[in-house]
């Protein structure tokens, strides 16, 4: 059985993370902090649990991202490359063309 072990999977496990989700989501305005979208949301970590866990349960290190603005971010915290603009704009015009 593979176990997951991320720094962050006791916070998102713990009793307390619900509501201070619900805080991040609010204060946010349910939207995607980098670039407005509403829809599915995500609350990230601004600093890592891994790097800042005494900010674990701080709400000033949180902030709402929708999955794309989430994986981008990811991406760079781990050191991949940014993905090719070209792509980026595909992708827009995909989601467009869906919302139409």
Do not use: Y
């Not at 072990?5 to 989700?21: E, F, G, I, Q, Y």
């Not at 890592?48 to 005494?54: D, F, I, K, L």
């Not at 940014?82 to 467009?96: F, M, S, T």
């Amino acid at each position: 059985m593979k176990r997951d072990r991320r720094p962050s999977r006791a916070v998102l496990k713990s009793r307390r993370w619900p509501a201070l989700r619900i805080q991040a989501l609010r204060r946010d305005g349910w939207r995607c902090v980098q670039c407005g979208r509403r829809g599915r949301l995500e609350v990230d970590h601004i600093q890592a649990v891994r790097h800042a866990p005494a900010l674990a349960f701080d709400l000033a290190n949180l902030q709402t991202l929708c999955p794309s603005c989430h994986s981008r971010k990811t991406r760079r915290d781990i050191g991949l490359p940014e993905p090719d603009p070209e792509r980026d704009r595909w992708r827009e015009l995909l989601r467009d063309s869906r919302c139409t």
